[in-house]
DNA sequence: GGCGTTTTGGCCACGGGTGCCATTAGCGTC
DNA sequence: GACGCTAATGGCACCCGTGGCCAAAACGCC
């Protein structure tokens, strides 16, 4: 239902036509998100720039908080790949490093962009708060990938410890790079797990 | 105004006094979150179990959210003052880690428990979501540490990373413990890291 | 043109959260 | 013992996000 509105718009038959997308709602969306703040843009408000009711919104995006993060769904589908794609015989720790990298390489030509969804994302107390249960999801990617790997339960110490580190090296990336988006994402993904294994070095 | 309720009622003086306290209502609380779940308690119940006016809830709690989290300033402010006590000598990852480590000894015989605190917090989803903001101020305290101990600004990649991936054990620690309260919650923050650094060794 | 299908969007109810303000109940003073 | 000061209380109105319900709309197909 929810997903299936706008996967594939050309495989749709019969009924009542769809009136708008995700993009066009994203878009209104954030032109409104830049003016007045997350905050202060109302779903009614938000309804009236797409030029559709306030009740249609929500069957596009199950709340308010879901709108910064888009597709994110097919987001996770992408990441799973990544990591599948591991080779067998690489360390898993550095397996998992170099999709969280790649995952993190986005195209620049997105409207919105990755750095204004990002920005709202993560300077926003709301979307914070929200962000948890988009986190636990792509956390969950990685620990399956790595109770695959590893023989173990998802919920065992190692997967869980992986996936919660992995986000911890990936948010303190998003965080610099949000104060100096010039520099490259993927790029502050490594110096964290540099900083990281320094940091630990058992020889210091 | 929102701290100055309870810290120290002998020091008031004049005015109103207070109809209740923060234990009062954490206890009302947590009756009725066990009943009916914490979505399912309104505000309406727990102001009638507690015996006050809806609106003075908000006078001893944000929201609704901060409730399970009881008096978390107090408890920022203990674990402020364990990191400062780490001897300078001692590598930093080994002082952070062994405040994260002492910080998640608490008082077994606490009203709520905090098993059943930390049980609500981490598994109903709605408070996951608003723990984020609770993780950030506790990140916070152990960035500035860093930031103090290295002579950078807490806002730096070292500061961060350290403050996210101690987050990181001290959650993937709680996991486990929570499918096994029987387990030591401090004994497994050690093991989250022994995972972590067995993880990342070098020589594998 | 009628029918089935699917989306739309209006209406209503509920609950959390906030500003406003009159009320309440101690304290200190006279 | 009354009076005023002060601070907490709690009722009221209101906004907003969210979800259930359902009639109306607009297409393809026959």
Redesign the interface.
């Known amino acids: 239902m929810y997903l299936a509105a706008v996967v594939d718009d050309s495989a749709r038959r019969q009924g009542r036509p769809v009136v708008t997308t995700h993009a066009a709602i994203e878009q209104a969306a954030f032109r409104l998100f830049a003016e007045r703040g997350f905050e202060g843009t109302t779903l009614d408000a938000i309804a009236d720039e797409v030029g559709v009711g306030r009740r249609t919104l929500f069957r596009y995006y199950r709340s308010k908080n879901d709108i910064p993060w888009g597709r994110f769904d097919l987001t996770l589908a992408r990441f799973r790949h990544l990591l599948a794609d591991a080779p067998a015989d690489e ?3 550095r397996g998992v490093h170099r999709a969280v990298r790649a995952f993190n390489e986005f195209p620049p030509a997105a409207d919105p962009t990755h750095v204004d969804r990002m920005r709202l994302i993560l300077r926003t ?1 709301a979307l ?6 988009r986190y ?1 999801e792509w956390r969950q990617v990685i620990a399956e990938h790595v109770a695959a790997r590893t023989g173990a339960r998802p ?4 997967p ?6 992995s ?3 990936a ?3 998003y ?2 790079w949000l ?1 100096d988006p010039a520099r490259s994402l993927p790029d ?1 993904v490594d ?2 797990m540099l ?3 320094d ?2 070095d ?1 020889t ?1």
């Not at 919920?155 to 190692?158: A, K, N, S």
Request: aromatic letters at 2%; hydrophobic letters at 55%.
């Open positions: 360390p898993l720790w107390p914070q708060a929200h962000s948890v249960l636990a919920g065992d110490l190692l869980q410890t992986v996936g919660q580190v986000l911890a090296l948010l303190a990336a965080d610099v104060d502050l110096a964290a900083t990281l294994r940091h630990l058992p210091t």
